[in-house]
């Protein structure tokens, strides 16, 4: 059932806030300032040398997002992998490796196949999962539920900023279970986290904003989206979000990237939105948003109030965003990049729940 909205997929991406605040509840304790997730010891987070982080499209987008937090709240490495190359590269997996496959269905081909590989291999696996009775449920050794309730349409939104949800926790928890963070910096990522449902439900309210933008937007052929740091994975993210559902050609890159080529496309007829609220590395994606000005290209800058002040000599349009913590920074982010490819896609007349070409599960390799 629809309710009032137009599409599954307008109903699903509103309702983030809630289900986001469904899942955290599972994974953190607020009052006790605490990342608490059961079944945690099976990983022994204090002992592995690796997690192998591995899923397929959106999944392995937001396994993308875990890696920054895992290196950088855990200390620990990771390997990533599209769960399609990791099945058949024969990587090294061993005992000291926790592999943790992400999947919305739970019956992805690859990511099953890779799942078993690890196995195979010896090293614990673990899952995200929206669907508990799934096969990739069944076969984890220990299984992490996503409470982002069923998923329609195709193109996955609240199952994406759920599994987000989940990797924030783990990786707060791994990061306590290394010692890496002590009692007062992991309480401060919680009461962080807590606080994501609040921000979702301002960065919802951008939509009308985003709106006008989306109908410039229905009228390019080709766009590019921007970002580094977490928002690099965001805008691999936005530009698959825009072709599954609008069929608008749309390339992701690490902003950094720009001049080592993509940056040959840019003329007055290519969008390029640029990810970057106000953080550490704010000045560079700017300079690389100048480089776009300088050639003519149309720019979409999303960013908080405090980035929009630091860029006015720039032309562009903007998406300004609640000003949020650089840890739930992606997770607040996802949510215009859904909106714009949502509302793109409406102008441009597609089938937005069920595009061409797409299944809701990929049941075969
Ligand atoms: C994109 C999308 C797909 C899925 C992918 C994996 O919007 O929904 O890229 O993310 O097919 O599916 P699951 O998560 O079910 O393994």
Redesign the pocket.
Known sequence: DKGNYRHFMAKEMHEQPEVIGHTLSRYINPSARKAAIEGIDLVDFAGIQRIILS??????LAALIGKYWFEKYARLPVEIDFASELRYREAPVSDKDFALF???????AD?LAALRYCKQEGARVGSIV?VPESTIARESDVFFQTMAGPEIC???TK??TCQLAVLAALAVQAGRLRGVLNEEQEGALIDTLASVPGYAVQALKCESAIEPLAHKLSRATSALYLGRNTNFPLALEGA??LK?LSYIHAEGYAAGELKHGPIALIDETMPVVVLAPYDGIFEKTVSNMQEVAARGGKIILITDQKGADASVDTEKDLIVLPDVPDFIAPIIYAIPVQLLAYHTAVFMGTDVDQPRN?A???TVE
């Open positions: 899923a397929c499209g959106t999944g392995y992400i999947s919305q269905s739970g019956e992805t990511t929206n195709v193109a996955s199952a994406f698959l979000k599954e797409l809701k599960s990929v």
